[in-house]
């Protein structure tokens, strides 16, 4: 039996560079391509421009979620399942997405700002992955009322 649960994750140098090499992974993208340490996202993790969470898996990361504010509203920067547990009856994906949706508060908390929207990227393979939790597709952009 899987034991799966969601929980924010403290940042430090290493979880940060465990974070993006998970992202790399979860992209098909070699970490050794590009110094993890250099990336953007780095950067704003580093200046906590985000909150992220973590998908577990029998205790182990497996995934994450970068969460931000943008114009007011909940913005999905980042979300990435560690490549061997995509496309799984686990769903461990949309799950994720589904628990920061449910808990909104603690990001409200976080960025101190009320969310209405919470927005994120439309790339055509997870199109219909985010219309089945709620989402429209306005332009290259994905929004959901919360």
């Known amino acids: 039996m899987n034991n799966i649960n969601y929980k924010i994750i403290s940042l430090s140098e290493n979880t940060i560079q465990l974070l993006e090499k998970l992202r790399y992974n ?6 050794n391509s590009f110094p993890v ?3 953007y996202h780095t950067k704003q993790l580093k200046e906590g421009k985000y909150l992220v969470f973590g998908c577990f898996l029998n205790n182990q990361l ?3 979620c970068y969460t931000s504010k943008t114009h007011n509203s909940l913005y999905i920067e980042q979300l990435f399942i560690k490549k061997e547990y995509q496309n799984t009856q686990l769903h461990l994906g ?4 589904i628990y920061i949706l449910e808990n909104k508060q603690i990001v409200e908390d976080y960025f101190q700002t009320k969310f209405n929207y919470s927005y994120l990227d439309n790339y055509k393979d997870t199109t219909n992955l985010y219309q089945s939790i709620g989402y429209h597709k306005t332009g290259t952009i994905m929004k959901k009322r919360i």
């Open 26 to 31: 979860a992209y098909g993208m070699d970490p």
């Open 37 to 39: 340490e250099k990336t």
């Open 62 to 64: 497996v995934g994450a």
């Open 94 to 97: 949309t799950n994720l997405l």
